[in-house]
């Protein structure tokens, strides 16, 4: 068995089970909503069993490999695998879009592309981090993109036009920079095209190209995780999707970006990663202070909660940056943590705003009288976002910093900055989150919320089990966080020896 | 005997399991949790009461053998880092467990009683064992990371306890301040322990310690930077403790529920700052710098606390101030190299003042089903007085407590405070007369808050207003207030603040409606909340004696010193010489307590010179009696020193200013270029259809046009 096309299979069930979905009988959304739901759990479930039986945890090499040629003339291979940086990432995608499915409950208007787009999506997410071949790679990133503009212009708030324009010209303005660095490098040195990650990683460029290369790649990935001057496209996009496609983009898309800049910029051009590694961790660091202090004077719920992944971006870019064990550990782990608070604390914005039909803090007040259920939940979460031990923010924040202190690289000056920059993020993460809460759901108003107070206005069951889903691994990761640290770690160090000299 | 040790970890498990069982419980089944609410509070009661006896059990066993236990699990490790979690039992720990435990399961018993009209009862307990838990962890830490991770619990806890009824927005205001303030200390905190992680390599204490001492002594260290990463760690115990700079939480987390503020805002959690610096003692020691920044701290708390409520109005303000101030004396304690004063005095403190607490919870309890339920108005003393006709145990049980609280004789606080106040006058002069002068101002404080509430008469009763319409008579009061004293508007408008407030409380207590006529006079509480009250007296009485010095007069030789032995060999000990320079030491201070409480015994007493109707009209004469000084400092105490007022100004709006320019640059810069761009590709592009207009005589126009200035510039190019 274990020469079957697993990863194939795990990449190609979504899609190919999205395309079943118009030959459905005109009957209602019922049979839609379940049907998706149970190929993405089958899909779930068929990832980890792959996951368990077939991965060797141990071992940082490209595990589960296939290679197939698909288009000959190009030397373009369909060449998958897997390692410990996608495992987790791999994971996360399978969990979070389940979820975000269920999530997807009440969309009626038009349900059958709906699902099919969330289908297509979740075939083109695990297949950009399944994927072994940079041209590859290129494919799943802008095959992805589609699904996403989609969703978000037909399924949006008001300004979604607006909103996909934006996104749109970024992405897709952002990933011809991954096009161009994938054609040079494949094209450099050889006279064959070589896109294989593994043959790309042997090869070595003069430091000129390699740093033309680097910032080219770095573009695109800027855009995506998103980078500082780069982000204005994520409160937009954010703010005007739907939850279920917010808890998408929060949890996973964001990630695509963290990812390509570790499998990429980090493992093929370990050179220029050195050099700009610094850069790294201060932009990171700027963006955390930055983006948490915008985040503090947004009045929209949406927008706030989108800032605030900005801010907590910039913990990934420092622990990238740190070129430590613990550090890019903790930048993985932020990744990964990210994407469920991230998704969860969405998910609670669309449900509240469901209910209290505004999404202006100001507007807002005293709803935790009729929605305790979501009260606590929302406190739960925020005190996840904000990095309370037990959770697993707290972990990977802590790592994160553990990292850049016992960085060898830096100096002492600039490490001391550093770690006091990050700190401030610290102190203004409840600043904007405990505000938030307190303008939503304490005090007292005498409010068009008063007149629903007979009736029913907490979170059902669907999304208690959501939010519960959600809390579960959070707390797991943060009171053993070596339970998923275990995954990655091996490549992490394997990661890194290249960087000692 | 060894073997109870391996059960520690039974101690913070067994509360965390309270709290989480009733927390998913609460959850998933509100109703039938709610209606079974007497169970689940008599199961935490009695799971933490499990807790309790295993303290005891642990303090017997390290009185007997003082082994320093420990227990480590790998957290998180590969091959390089290996990071542990785990239990740590000294004495100092022990103490710690005995303390959290009796004071934790006496205020469950009491708030039982307390919270039993209130919606949140299951609530409450769940967070209220919770916090023990996390309290437990806290003082059973054996590494930094541990500190940590337990110290940022309890400050959540702590906001949940004091956000408890958020529906009150001061409530709201205040849980998010404490937690804010809070967060700036584990900053410090945090930047602290990895900085002393990248000096030394270790969490774990014993190592930390060893390898900092062999550096220091080596001169391998930069005492500069040690001497950085030691102030910052003292920010988190400065936030915690609520010493100067950052003490302004403390006053308004009194929003909590009055179980709350006797648990988590007197006896046990702001000790957790002194506890940090007691366990790290070790390592401040090496750094005299941080140590003399400690001391000085601690008296400018002492001191800035005692002034402040000399004229506090609400009783669990007054209270709260007096906290700050004892935690001021303990980390001068600390500073000045006494660990075992202030250890001393964090004990004695925490029973005294718990017993304050939960007295005012009682007091508070039976009053406001009279003035009504708003915070400043059952916690009001102006409206206080001769309770202790009506409330005596109450009445006997506070002055019990306010007699250790002021340092007289054998109550359980004079021998703590009194060694403060020999070892500080050794030390230095200046500290000695601050902790002396704090003394006396305590004394005063305290007694002016006992002959306020429980002496004179009930004014209540002698203010003719008929209490059956809240709202409208806080208007009333506004507008008397405003004629009598102009400088009072700061109050007016916490007042018309409170108006909406007011609302919610006015549905609950409409049954209370019926029952404030018949009810004009205050009743004793009943026997739940007696019972821990008189418990409390037991150690407010005795456990002084744990400290007091043997009549033989060795130096140091006191049961608690040597029980702190183990866990502080290295320390040069300041202790009082013997015990005739110990009592001569301590008529110095007594006499300036007691100037203190005849003081206020004039000013305030049942017999008083000044007219007492209402206590404003006192404060008012006195305003106009004394000169312009002594009304300074009046309204310099009464508006809080002005900190809060300035902190507003300079932090809150500064932060958000910064915020809206970043998010003005943000918006319309940023994204100003994006959008710019998009509009004037849109601009060029509309330009260009027109351009194009499809007549073939103005394409060949342009085409000539453009050639001639090419044929020009050509030439021009050539000719130069």
């Known amino acids: 068995m274990s020469n079957f096309p697993w990863l194939t299979t795990i990449v190609l069930l979504p899609v190919f089970a999205g395309c079943v979905i118009p030959f459905f009988p005109n009957k209602g959304n019922n049979l839609i909503r379940w049907y998706t739901l149970g190929v993405c759990l089958l899909e779930f479930l068929l990832i980890t069993y792959v996951f368990c039986y077939y991965f060797k945890f141990d071992d940082p090499i490209i595990q589960l490999k296939e290679d197939y040629n698909w288009i000959d003339f190009l030397d373009f291979h369909w060449r998958l695998g897997i390692d410990g940086l996608s495992i987790g990432l791999i994971l996360l995608t399978g969990f979070i879009t389940t979820l975000a499915t269920l999530a997807a409950w009440p969309v009626t208007r038009n349900p059958r592309l709906f699902y099919f787009l969330m289908l297509a999506m979740y075939s083109g997410q695990v297949g950009l981090f399944a994927s072994q071949d940079i041209l590859l790679f290129f494919f799943m990133w802008e095959l992805e993109l589609i699904p996403v503009y989609l969703l978000l212009c037909i399924w949006g708030g008001k300004r979604r036009l607006y909103a996909t324009t934006k996104f749109i010209l970024y992405t897709a303005g952002g990933s011809i920079f991954i096009l161009m660095g994938a054609l040079t490098m494949g094209f450099y040195g050889s006279n064959q095209l070589t896109l294989d990650f593994q043959n790309l990683s042997n090869k070595s460029y003069p430091l000129e190209l390699e740093i033309i290369l680097y910032l080219g790649f770095f573009i695109a990935y800027a855009v995506k995780l998103p980078i500082f001057p780069l982000h204005t496209w994520l409160p937009d996009t954010h703010g005007e999707a739907h939850y279920s496609t917010c808890m998408l983009l929060a949890g996973i898309l964001l990630k695509m970006g963290g990812y390509g800049l570790i499998r990429i910029n980090m493992e093929l051009l370990p050179h220029a990663h050195s050099i700009f590694a610094p850069w790294i961790v201060a932009v990171g660091a700027i963006q955390i202070v930055y983006a948490a202090l915008i985040s503090f004077s947004q009045r929209n719920l949406k927008r706030r909660i989108a800032y605030s992944s900005i801010s907590h971006m910039g913990f990934v870019l420092i622990g990238i940056g740190s070129m430590t064990d613990v550090g890019l550990n903790g930048a993985i782990l932020q990744m990964v943590s990210h994407g469920l608070i991230g998704a969860a604390l969405f998910f609670l914005a669309g449900i509240t705003y469901d209910r209290t039909r505004t999404l202006f803090l100001d507007q807002m007040g005293g709803t935790a009288i009729y929605m305790p259920k979501i009260f606590t939940m929302f406190s739960s979460f925020s005190m996840a976002s904000l990095a309370l031990p037990g959770m697993s923010g707290f972990v990977a924040e802590f790592l994160v910093f553990l990292g850049i202190v016992v960085s060898n690289k830096y100096s002492f000056n600039f490490k001391i900055l550093v770690t006091i920059i990050e700190a401030i993020g610290i102190i203004l993460t409840p600043i904007y989150l405990l505000s938030m809460l307190r303008q939503m759901f304490y005090g007292y108003k005498f409010s068009k919320f008063t007149t629903f107070s007979n009736s029913n206005m907490d979170a059902g069951p669907r999304e208690i089990f959501i939010l519960v889903c959600l809390i579960f691994p959070i707390i797991g990761i943060g009171l053993y966080p070596n339970s998923v640290l275990s995954l990655w770690n091996s490549k992490v160090s394997f990661i890194l020896s290249k960087f000692i000299v | ?720």
């Not at chain 2, 405070?417 to 007369?433: A, F, Q, V």
């Open chain 2, 1 to 720: 005997m060894e073997f109870i040790y391996q059960f520690v970890w039974i101690v913070p498990f067994f509360p965390f399991i309270a709290s989480i069982l009733i927390g998913v419980n609460l959850l998933f089944f509100p109703k039938s949790t709610k209606s079974l609410r007497e169970i689940w509070a008599i199961f935490s009661i009695l799971l933490l009461s499990i807790a309790m006896i295993f303290s005891f059990n642990i303090l017997w066993q390290q009185i007997n053998d003082n082994i320093i236990y420990r227990y480590l699990w790998s957290w998180i490790f590969d091959n390089k880092i290996d990071f542990k979690i785990g239990f740590l039992i000294d004495p100092l720990t022990s103490i710690m467990l005995v303390l959290i435990t009796t004071v934790g399961v006496l205020v469950m018993i009491y708030s039982d009683s307390y919270m039993s009209y209130d919606q949140g009862y299951v609530r409450f307990f769940a967070y209220l064992s919770l916090f023990t838990a996390s309290m437990l962890g806290l003082v059973l830490s054996p590494n930094l990371i541990q500190i940590y991770i337990f110290w940022e619990l309890v400050g959540m806890c702590s906001y949940l306890l004091i956000g408890f009824w958020f529906t009150r927005p001061s409530a709201a205001n205040a849980c998010q301040k404490a937690f804010v303030t809070n967060r700036i200390g584990d900053f410090g905190l945090l930047l602290g322990i990895l900085g002393f992680y990248w000096i030394t390599g270790s969490f774990e204490f014993e190592i930390l310690f060893k390898r900092f001492n062999d550096l220091v002594i080596n001169h391998e260290v930069n005492l500069y930077f040690a001497n950085f990463c030691a102030l910052l760690l003292f920010l988190g115990p400065i936030a915690k403790s609520a010493q100067f700079p950052l003490h302004i939480w403390l006053p308004d987390a009194m929003e909590g529920p009055t179980p709350i503020s006797a648990l988590i805002h007197a006896a046990t959690m702001v000790a957790a700052g002194i506890f940090l610096v007691a366990r790290l003692f070790p390592l401040f020691q090496l750094l005299p710098f941080v140590m003399t920044i400690i001391s000085w701290v601690g008296a400018i708390t002492a001191f800035l606390g005692a002034t402040i409520a000399l004229a506090q109005t609400d009783l669990k303000k007054g209270l709260a101030y007096s906290t700050m101030s004892q935690l001021g004396y303990m980390m001068l304690a600390l500073g000045i190299g006494s660990y075992q004063a202030g250890l001393f005095h964090l004990i004695t403190h925490a029973y005294s003042k718990a017993l304050l607490f939960l007295g005012s919870g009682s007091v508070i309890h039976s009053v406001e089903s009279i003035v009504g339920y708003s915070p400043n108005k059952c916690q009001n003393m102006a409206f206080m007085g001769g309770l202790r006709k009506y409330m005596p145990i109450t009445g006997i049980t506070f002055l019990l407590g306010t007699f250790s609280l002021c340092g007289i004789p054998p109550f359980a606080c004079f021998w703590s405070k009194d060694e403060i106040i020999t070892d500080s006058w050794l030390y230095s002069s200046t500290l000695g007369s601050i902790s002396l002068v704090t003394a006396g101002l305590t004394a005063f404080y305290m007694f002016r808050i006992y002959f306020l509430t429980f002496e004179g008469d009930l004014r209540v009763n002698l203010n003719k207003v008929a209490f059956t319409y809240p709202v409208s008579i806080w208007g009333e009061l506004n507008l008397n207030k405003k004629n009598s004293n102009k400088n009072k508007f700061v109050l007016n408008k916490y007042d018309i603040f409170f108006e909406t407030d007011q609302n919610e409380n006015q549905t609950d207590n409409l049954s209370f409606f019926s029952d404030i006529k018949k009810l004009k006079y205050p009743k004793e509480s009943d026997n739940k909340m007696l019972f821990p009250l008189l418990v409390l007296t037991l150690p407010t009485l005795f456990i002084g004696f744990l400290g007091a010095p043997f009549p033989e007069g060795q130096i140091g030789s006191d049961l608690l010193s040597q029980w702190l032995y183990p866990v502080f060999k290295s320390a040069e000990e300041i202790t009082s010489g013997n015990w005739l320079e110990f009592g001569l030491n301590a008529i110095n201070s007594l006499s300036v307590v007691f100037s203190g409480i005849f003081i206020a015994f004039i000013l305030y007493g049942p017999f008083s010179l000044f007219p007492q109707n209402l206590e404003k009209n006192i404060e008012f004469s006195l305003e106009k009696n004394l000169n312009s000084f002594f009304s300074f400092i009046y309204n310099w105490s009464y508006f809080r020193g002005y900190i809060d007022v300035y902190y507003n100004i300079v932090f809150v709006k500064g932060t958000r200013l910064l915020a809206q320019s970043l998010s003005f640059f943000d918006e319309w810069i940023i994204d100003g270029f994006v959008n710019g761009f998009g509009i004037l590709t849109f601009f060029e592009g509309e330009s260009i259809k027109y351009l194009e207009g499809g007549r073939i005589s103005f394409y060949l126009f342009g085409l000539i046009f453009g050639m001639i200035i090419l044929l020009f510039i050509g030439f021009f190019g050539a000719m130069f």
